[in-house]
T-cell receptor, first 113, second 115 residues
Framework: QKEVEQNSGPLSVPEGAIASLNCTYSDRGSQSFFWYRQYSGKSPELIMS????GDKEDGRFTAQLNKASQYVSLLIRDSQPSDSATYLCAVMHNSGGYQKVTFGIGTKLQVIP | KAGVTQTPRYLIKTRGQQVTLSCSPISGHRSVSWYQQTPGQGLQFLFEYFSETQRNKGNFPGRFSGRQFSNSRSEMNVSTLELGDSALYLC??????????????FGPGTRLTVL
């Protein structure tokens, strides 16, 4: 079982719709969770971090965390063509006594005009 | 505050050669992590350095090595290059204070092509 799992997609949504990106993780002791956006040919850019159960909203983005289900998601409201990118889920967990960040493979999002 | 810088941005090498990549973290950040990114494999963790000490290492052969200097700048070295080493190498910096704000910020990456 992979430590962080994402559906690689592509996930296609029409412009203006809500895009829902999902991620599960295996280490129940994981503490911090991050979403990165990566445009083709560019490096990942941090868009959201979440540490507690529940929802965290930042503009059109909402991160949701459910530690009991080991599940974290990212909702993008009013999706725009400029949101088309790969979204990486990252989980911080303990490894060998230190914190380590493990990434999912990323979900490719396509917003159709 | 300046972001993470990586040099060089692009490299073309031939099999058997070695290469050194450099990363300068955000000022004040003491942790530097290195990742290899290839299509289909995603971001693969190479190693993490904190205050000149390697704290974590991924599942890569010994040809991949790194170090960190007292000013937190880090280098990674790949010896005896293979075709499969062609990838985007990303460096990420973080305060890694053990608190809730240990977010990682990535540099632009070094695109390595092995011919």
């Amino acid at each position: 079982q992979k430590e962080v799992e994402q559906n690689s997609g592509p996930l296609s949504v029409p412009e203006g719709a809500i895009a829902s990106l999902n991620c599960t993780y295996s280490d129940r002791g994981s503490q911090s969770f991050f979403w990165y956006r990566q445009y083709s040919g560019k490096s990942p850019e941090l868009i959201m971090s979440i540490y507690s159960n529940g929802d965290k909203e930042d503009g059109r983005f909402t991160a949701q965390l459910n530690k009991a289900s080991q599940y974290v998601s990212l909702l993008i409201r009013d999706s725009q063509p400029s949101d088309s990118a790969t979204y990486l889920c990252a989980v911080m967990h303990n490894s060998g006594g230190y914190q380590k960040v493990t990434f999912g493979i990323g979900t490719k999002l396509q917003v159709i005009p | 505050k300046a972001g993470v810088t990586q040099t060089p941005r692009y490299l073309i090498k031939t099999r058997g050669q070695q290469v050194t990549l450099s990363c300068s973290p955000i000022s004040g950040h003491r942790s530097v992590s290195w990742y290899q990114q290839t299509p289909g494999q995603g971001l693969q963790f190479l190693f993490e350095y904190f205050s000149e000490t390697q704290r974590n290492k991924g599942n890569f052969p010994g040809r991949f090595s790194g170090r960190q200097f007292s000013n937190s700048r880090s280098e990674m070295n790949v010896s005896t290059l293979e075709l499969g080493d062609s990838a985007l190498y990303l460096c990420a910096s973080s305060p890694m204070t053990g608190g809730m704000n240990d977010e990682q910020f990535f540099g632009p990456g070094t695109r390595l092509t092995v011919l």
